[in-house]
């Protein structure tokens, strides 16, 4: 564990406890009773509300050209002048053959400091146009817009044949949110990976590059229907 990720673990630790419903997704019937099995289920849940929105949602063709895809269902925002962010989702890559990989869990964390005040629940996807987002995840710790910058991503089917995915940004952005909020957004937050869950779910210690790569790991509830859901998503229909 980074020093960074220490400091940030007290905040972490204060939304949760301050915010209970709001930190925690909600069980999904029939996920069963693994918190990552829980976790995948909810993160198929954000991609449909994301993608299935015709005019508005995340373009399958920016999908189709990712090398790496975060959801984190559930991210809560909250502050009175000094402000938090917290939420627990995954990571997959895509190989050259366009096959998804097994998920990574992952934790956001982070922390401003100015004007702001509220509380805010959001939906949130990440698109990695590169792997050096990923590569960082894996080594570390990644900082949104410091480490790498991130920037909202274009959105509906006019995004489809637009050359903007083409790219400058090495990760685009998507949110749905449920509250009121002002003055904090998603840059300066970290992701890591979070592994007391990856432990628990795949049922011993991997390094989460090792999860990316091992396409035969067993004992894994719900990860053949996230593979499943991602390759709807896409442009390319396997």
């Known amino acids: 564990m980074t020093r960074k990720s220490i400091g940030l673990l007290p905040l972490a630790a204060a939304l949760a406890f301050a915010l209970p419903g709001l930190a925690a997704p909600p069980a999904v019937a029939g996920a069963g009773d693994a918190p990552g099995a ?11 509300d994301l993608v299935d929105i015709p005019e508005e949602g995340l373009p399958s063709k920016l999908l189709d050209k990712c090398y790496g895809l975060a959801v984190i269902p559930g ?18 890559v895509k190989n050259e053959q366009g096959e998804w990989s097994n998920p990574v869990f992952i934790s956001l964390i982070g922390g401003s400091i100015g004007w702001q005040i509220g509380v805010q629940k959001s939906d949130v996807i990440l698109v990695f146009k590169t792997r050096r987002g990923i590569d960082n995840v894996v080594k ?8 790498i910058g991130v920037a909202a991503g274009p959105v509906g089917r006019s995004a489809e044949a637009s050359t903007d995915l083409e790219l400058k940004a090495e990760i685009y952005s998507y949110s749905k949110s449920r509250g009121l909020f002002a003055g904090i957004s998603i840059k300066g937050a970290t992701l890591q990976a979070d ?4 432990q628990a779910f795949y049922g011993r210690d991997l390094e989460p590059g090792d999860i990316f790569i091992d396409r035969d790991i067993s004992g894994t509830p719900g990860v053949e229907d996230l593979k499943k859901a991602l390759d709807r998503y896409t442009a390319k229909r396997f």
Do not use: P
């Open 140 to 147: 570390g710790d990644l900082t949104l817009g410091a480490d």
């Open 38 to 48: 829980v976790r995948i289920a909810e993160s198929i849940r954000v991609l449909a």
């Open 195 to 198: 592994e007391d869950a990856n």
């Open 75 to 92: 991210v809560v925002k909250a502050a009175y002048g000094f402000g938090g962010q917290y939420g627990r989702g995954l990571i997959v």
